[in-house]
Structure formats: C-alpha cells, structure tokens
C-alpha cells in the first residue's frame, strides 16, 4: 500500500442520519441496558466528514474543525473517538508503521441536528472510522470493525450494514434488510429541546419498564416484510401504525410534555400521522416522494412564522424534507452483526 503521509487528498466520508421507523423495547437486562427491536433506514440528510494524515512530529495530534451546527466539545465527540479506537485496534497494524498510526485533521460539515433522535454523532464515527483506515492504509476484518464500532456507541453498527436493518440486543446485532423499493419523502421537523436519552430510559422504566406488545409486533412484522422488500406506497399505507411504534414516545413526553401539544399542532396542520425517531425530539411524518415532503416543510415553516404552531424549546425548530438512501446492492460483510457496546 501506499505511504498515507504522501496522500493528495482528504479521505472524505458521507454520514446519513438514521430514522426509526419501529421501536420496541423488550425490558431491562441484567446488565441494566435495554434489549431493542428497531427497524432502521439510513436518511439522504447527512453530515460530511473528511480526514487527512498529520506528518508525524513534537506538536502532531488529533484535531477537529467543525462547519454548520455545533456538536458540542471536543472531549465528547464521537468521531474523535472513533479513531482513538481504531487507533488502538490497528496497533502496529498500518503501513507506516512501527509506531501508531499518524495524528488526522478531521473537518466535521455537520448539518444532522444534534442530540435529535437522529443518530448524527454515531453516524459521524462509523464515517470516521471507515475514514481513518483507509487514510491510514490500514485494514481491519469485518468482526474487528464491527467490535470497534460497538465500542463507541449503541447506534455506530447499523451504519456499517450501508441500508435498512434491523437493529437487536443493545444495538449491537444488526442484520441487514432488502429495504424500501422507491424512496419515500420524509418530513422531519426537530424542536430546540433537549431530551437526554438517559432521562426517556428512565421514565420508561418509572412506568413499569416494558414495552407495549403491539408495538413489538409491529416492529417483528414490518422487519419481515422488508426482508422481501417494501413498495414506499405499501409503507406510507403503514404510516399510522409506524407512528404509533415507538415504546419510547409516552416516556419522551413525560420528560418533555410540551412534545405533546407540538406533536398534535403538526398532525392538524399536515393531516398525517407525526412519528417520534427514537428517544426524540425529532419528529417526522411520510410522503410519496420528497417533493411533497418539501411542499410539507415549507407548510411548517410558514405556520411557525404565523403562530399556527407555537415554537417549543429554544430557538426556532429544524425543519428538514429528505429520503431514505437508495437500497445499496450487496450486504455488509456478513449478513449479522455482533458485537459489544456500552
């Protein structure tokens, strides 16, 4: 392989966002983390990450220069530590080697709201990840990225499958799914709040800390119809029950109880059932194509401008019109994923 110090270019990365179209919570486990069946599609709205090798030397490390929506610190970035792993899981494993792999400056387009229920920050280190080995001219086997992968976060796996999946256990079993046939347009509209995970967790767990059976069954079968493939007009037919899927949504609520009298004002003015995208706040309503989601959008917009729906949360809320990716020929390497995570 080539030396990656003599490299002309960035190593550059798409990271999708991720919406939950099912979410079912199967209960509490021994090790206090939550067994999940989630059916998952990748989003066009995506960040971009590139990457390129620093020349060794007294003052090289890792840097991060950040354009559009702040992430948040530095010390908290998941793509960051995406490649201090991979790092580790290389050792002295890269062609310029001995020693570790060279220090990266990383430039983060960040346009996925942060902290959303859209998996922007897993989405980034998963892009990082796959970046920083090839910036470095490393390789790791499929298990090991899967394992590092898992390392960072709950969510960083399915972003390795490259298409729908259906996402197990804590997030680290990810089995990949034949997907959606067309792309439907979704609307995706996310309030200025926060709604920290751990606190949903938590007042899930106040109301008894099982989820509801229907939504199970919703999330299992819908899992098998896209095993086989999905028309988008067969899933927009399902919009109503997708919306209700989500053993998360009362819990989020809870936290924030202004989520509800927002959640309603959006299904008046856009007459469709309004979804929540994992722990929130992000919430989303489908269209049979992106024009009609952008129609939406713009609809929405124009009701904050006006007062018809009142602004929740600090700051005007984030309002997006996007798709799912085009169902990608071929699967990750094997067709399941398994791995650890905390």
């Known amino acids: 392989m080539s030396d990656p110090l003599r490299r002309l270019a960035p190593v550059i990365r798409v990271a ?4 939950n179209l099912t979410l079912a919570v199967l209960g509490r486990r021994s090790d206090g983390f939550h067994d999940l069946h989630s059916v998952m599609v990748p989003l066009v709205l995506a960040d971009r990450v590139s990457l390129a090798a620093i020349p060794p030397g007294p003052d090289a490390r ?22 201090a792993v991979a790092r580790q899981a290389v050792g002295g494993g890269w062609p310029g080697g001995p020693g570790p792999a060279p220090a990266l400056a990383v430039r983060l387009e960040k346009r996925i709201p942060v902290a959303a229920g859209l998996a922007g920050g897993s989405s980034d280190a998963a892009a990082a990840l796959d970046g920083a080995l090839e910036a470095w001219g490393a390789e790791l086997d499929a298990a090991s990225r899967l394992a590092v992968a898992a390392r960072i976060g709950s969510d960083v796996p399915f972003f390795l499958a490259g298409g729908t999946a259906l996402v197990e256990g804590r997030g680290e079993r990810v089995t990949r799914l034949h997907g959606i046939r067309g792309q439907p347009g979704i609307l995706l509209v996310t309030p ?3 709604v920290p995970t751990p606190d949903v967790f938590a007042a899930f767990g106040a109301r008894g800390g099982r989820g509801d059976g229907s939504v ?6 819908l899992a098998v119809e896209l095993r086989n493939g999905l028309s988008a007009a067969d899933l927009i037919a399902r919009a109503g029950v997708l919306a209700a899927a989500n053993d998360l949504l009362a819990a989020a609520t809870i936290v924030v109880p202004q989520l509800v009298p927002f959640r309603r004002a959006l299904f008046r003015l856009l007459g469709r059932p ?3 995208s994992g722990s929130g706040p992000t919430l989303w309503a489908l269209y049979p194509s992106q024009d009609e989601a952008t129609e939406a959008a713009s609809t929405v917009r124009a009701a904050l401008d006006d007062g018809r729906i009142a602004t929740i949360g600090t700051g005007r809320p984030a309002v997006h ?3 799912t990716v085009a169902r990608q020929v071929g699967t990750m390497p094997g067709s399941e994923a398994e791995g650890t995570n905390r």
Do not use: F, Q, Y
């Open 16 to 19: 999708p966002a991720k919406l």
């Open 62 to 83: 890792e840097s991060l220069h950040v354009e559009g929506l702040d992430p948040g610190p530095d010390v908290d970035n998941l793509a960051l530590r995406a490649i």
């Open 192 to 194: 200025g709040l926060p």
């Open 216 to 221: 199970r069954m919703t999330s299992e079968h």
């Open 274 to 276: 309004v979804g929540l």
């Open 321 to 323: 019109a996007t798709t």
